[in-house]
């Protein structure tokens, strides 16, 4: 079927094609599972139901502009935060700020169903994701309190481990002091999950909160597995077989989340999808060392420094930029592995500081569409790489609550 789609395509003018893909693109229910826009608005002082183009890769009016009908913003902190539940709450009032400003074009979404009415009517529907456990601060209740606020799913860890589960960065390379800014102070005391691990696993069940396996170890993706009763979400990962970086997933674990009926939801950082983009990075920081030096007196994080370089020297930046279709070539390889059913976008904007080529901020999902279409995808296939996906495993988890 694909390969007939295909040949049709090639029949049909360019611009057919592209008035074909955007009828697909705003007649679906798109979701998107990752965007750290609360973080950089609180950090830069800028609010998203403003104007931010240039500023920033999203903001309300180009969520609208790129077909965007659900948008999981991400809850996060790092590890050396004091009182991350605290600030978690912060930055969901800061969210719910915008939503009770915009009534006419935004409304918290609790269930599937929320978001299938917010889409009904052109309302962008807004939940939250809360990357990383250390944020419930080892207390269920704190769990808890969050779900009632809205929260849907959780990643187990970030780059930091916590007390009851290790994460990838830690079990590959064990915590130094210039990484203690980003991983606190206790990381990798164990690897995989503890007792109370399992307890949190189990109360999200209960709950009918996604777990989120991103960020995850090897052996904390494993032992989540054996424990979750309903499927799970990897909401802004890629493909190690693609590029073997710490953050994508291996074909077992890809095999692992289509067989407990998840879903994958990839990310849209070049250093996820393409496996010379470090060498190129490196280059760019070699060239710009001595400021590098300077500036990590002041900060001793790397990768914020390097983002302060990217936005300072934007025209070297984009030579560094991959192209588009690295992003389709992981969600094919996903595709040919397991279905159509288990891949979806979660695209990290405003929480990365490179993105391919031609996906500048939200409003270039719409090029999705378009290319997955060149690739001979069906409309019922893209409407559930955009969201039909995830709304199928939301639903699952909401069962028995």
């Known amino acids: 079927m694909k390969k007939i789609i295909w040949l049709l395509l090639l029949c049909m003018p360019l611009a057919a094609i592209a008035q074909r893909a955007k009828k697909i693109h705003f007649k679906s229910i798109l979701i998107d599972t990752h965007n750290d826009i609360p973080t950089t608005a609180i950090t830069d002082g800028v609010s998203f139901d403003q104007s931010l183009k240039t500023k920033t890769h999203s903001d309300l009016q180009r969520m609208f502009e790129g077909g965007v009908d659900a948008q999981f913003f991400s809850i996060w902190c790092d590890g050396n935060m004091k009182n991350p539940y605290d600030w978690a709450n912060r930055e969901m009032d800061t969210v719910m700020a915008w939503t009770n400003r915009n009534p006419d074009k935004m409304m918290q979404a609790f269930t599937a169903v929320d978001i299938i009415k917010a889409a009904k009517q052109k309302k962008l529907a807004v939940l939250f ?10 207390d269920l209740n704190k769990l808890n309190a969050l779900y009632n606020r809205g929260v849907r799913y959780m990643t187990v860890t970030w780059n930091n481990s916590t007390d009851w589960a290790t994460s990838a960065l830690d079990e590959t390379s064990p915590p130094t002091p210039l990484h203690s800014v980003e991983r606190g102070a206790d990381s990798l005391r164990k690897k995989g999950l503890t ?106 994080e790397p990768y914020f420094m390097q983002v302060y370089l990217f936005e300072k020297y934007p025209d070297e930046v984009k030579s560094l930029r991959p ?20 891949v979806g976008m979660g695209s990290d904007f405003d929480g990365v500081n490179s993105l391919p080529a031609g996906l500048d901020g939200v409003e270039d999902f719409p090029k999705i569409t378009e290319e997955l279409l060149k690739r001979g995808y069906s409309k019922k296939d893209i409407r559930k790489i955009l969201g039909g996906n995830l709304l199928r495993v939301f639903m699952a988890n909401e069962k028995n609550n």
């Open 129 to 138: 994701g809360v990357e990383g456990g250390h944020m419930i601060e080892n």
């Open 195 to 300: 007792d109370f691990g399992k307890q949190v696993i189990k109360r999200m069940n209960e709950l009918g909160m996604l777990v989120d396996l991103s960020h995850e170890c090897e052996q904390t993706f494993c032992d989540i597995m054996k424990e979750t009763s309903k499927p799970v979400l990897v909401s802004h990962s890629c493909v190690y077989a693609l590029c073997p970086h710490r953050r994508n997933l291996k074909d077992e674990q890809i095999k692992a989340v289509a067989k407990n009926g998840g879903v994958i939801h990839l990310n849209f950082y070049s250093g996820f999808l393409d496996p010379a983009f470090e060498a190129r990075s490196d280059a760019f920081t070699a060239k710009h060392k001595a400021e590098m030096d300077s500036l990590l007196k002041i900060n001793p």
């Open 323 to 342: 192209p588009m279709s690295l992003l389709l070539d992981h969600l094919d390889y996903i595709v040919k592995m397991v279905g159509v059913d288990y």
